[in-house]
C-alpha cells in the first residue's frame, strides 16, 4: 500500500504586478497557512518520506514549510514539469518515485492539481484550494503501477476547513 498527498500551494502574491507568474512569492497568509497545515497533517499522523514540487517559488516555499514540520527541508525534489502541469506531468513524476517511499506528497498549481485530482476518480473537487491537501492510497507495491492501481480516498484538508 503506497500513500500520495496532492498539495497546492499555498495563497501567493500579486504584490508586484510586473513580477513573472514563476517566481510569485507566498503572501502573509500563505506564509501563515503552510507551516500550519503540515502541523495538522502531521498530527494526523501521516508520515512523508519524499516531498516532490514544482520548482515555482510559491510551490517549492510551500514544500518547504512541509517539509521543515517533518524536519527533511533539504529532501525536495523538484521537477519542472510539474509547473502548471496537465495530469500526464503527475503520473510521470508519480512513476519515478522510488519503491522505498511509502507516502509521497507532491506540491503544484491549478487548474492542473485540480483536474488530476478528479481523473483519479475517487472524489470530485470543484477547484482545489490554496494549501489544500487531498490524500489518496493505493493498493500497489511499487509506483510504477499507480495508474492502473486501486486508488481510495484518504482524507481532504484545508485551511479554511476549520
Not at 503506497?2 to 506564509?31: C, E, M, T, Y
Not at 495538522?40 to 514544500?63: C, H, M, N, W
Request: proline residues 5%.
Amino acid at each position: 500500500m503506497k500513500h500520495l498527498l496532492l498539495v497546492r500551494h499555498a495563497k501567493s502574491s500579486w504584490a508586484n504586478i510586473g513580477q513573472d507568474d514563476f517566481d510569485r512569492p507566498l503572501n502573509d497568509r500563505g506564509n501563515k497557512d503552510a507551516p500550519a497545515m503540515a502541523e495538522r497533517i502531521k498530527k494526523k499522523g501521516v508520515e512523508i518520506d519524499q516531498f516532490i514540487s514544482s520548482p515555482a517559488l510559491r510551490a517549492i516555499t510551500t514544500a518547504m514549510y512541509f517539509a521543515k514540520a517533518y524536519h527533511q527541508a533539504a529532501n525536495i525534489v523538484q521537477l519542472d514539469h510539474l509547473y502548471h502541469a496537465p495530469a500526464a506531468a503527475y503520473y510521470q513524476a508519480i512513476q519515478n518515485i522510488d519503491d522505498s517511499i511509502k507516502t509521497a506528497a507532491i506540491f503544484a498549481h491549478n487548474p492542473g492539481i485540480t483536474d488530476f485530482i478528479n481523473e483519479l476518480d475517487v472524489s470530485f473537487v470543484p477547484n482545489m484550494p490554496t494549501c489544500g491537501v487531498f490524500a489518496i492510497k493505493i493498493n500497489i507495491n511499487h509506483w510504477v503501477d499507480f495508474k492502473k492501481g486501486k486508488k481510495e480516498w484518504w482524507f481532504f484538508e484545508y485551511p479554511k476547513l476549520l
